[in-house]
């Protein structure tokens, strides 16, 4: 067997605790990143919105008719101070029902916006401004459990 002294307890006690802090660092700088990232890609589409349509209406269609991810998309374009149509149409992602991993979720939501494009194209949709697509998945990550 092993034997644990109090000194080898301490001291990893003490590592655990620094992983710990690392692990909340690391987090804590992603969410910064995260956050310095969208509003970079807020300000870049309020600057494309103006300079391309300085006062039309904008036009998105939307690769679902989930409720919860149109008014997602409405609150997005809502920052840009324009009256903003969503229009959502029923999108294959032809993926699995519950796609898993980054790639089968991007895959989806790439299927889901080149079909929305499709639907808006053969239904005469005239111009558009944004097609959007979402698609949820699931991500397996490695949890490390320190107490």
Do not use: C
Not at 119 to 146: C, H, M, P, S
Request: no cysteine; net charge positive.
């Amino acid at each position: 067997g092993v034997v644990v002294t109090a000194t080898a307890t301490v001291a990893l006690l003490l590592l655990f605790k620094q992983m710990k802090s690392g692990v909340e660092e690391t987090k804590q700088k992603h969410k910064t990143k995260e956050k310095k990232k969208s509003k970079m890609k807020k300000n870049a589409l309020q600057l494309w919105a103006a300079a391309a349509h300085p006062a039309t209406d904008l036009k998105v269609f939307v690769g679902t008719q989930s409720k919860l991810k149109l008014e997602a998309v409405r609150t997005a374009f809502s920052d840009l101070n324009r009256t903003v149509s969503v229009v959502g149409f029923k999108a294959k992602s032809r993926v699995s029902e519950q796609p898993y991993g980054h790639e089968e979720t991007r895959r989806g939501a790439m299927n889901r916006l080149s079909h929305a494009k499709s639907l808006a194209k053969e239904q005469k949709a005239g111009d558009t401004d944004f097609y959007v697509a979402i698609e949820n998945g699931f991500q397996r990550y490695r949890k490390i459990a320190i107490t």
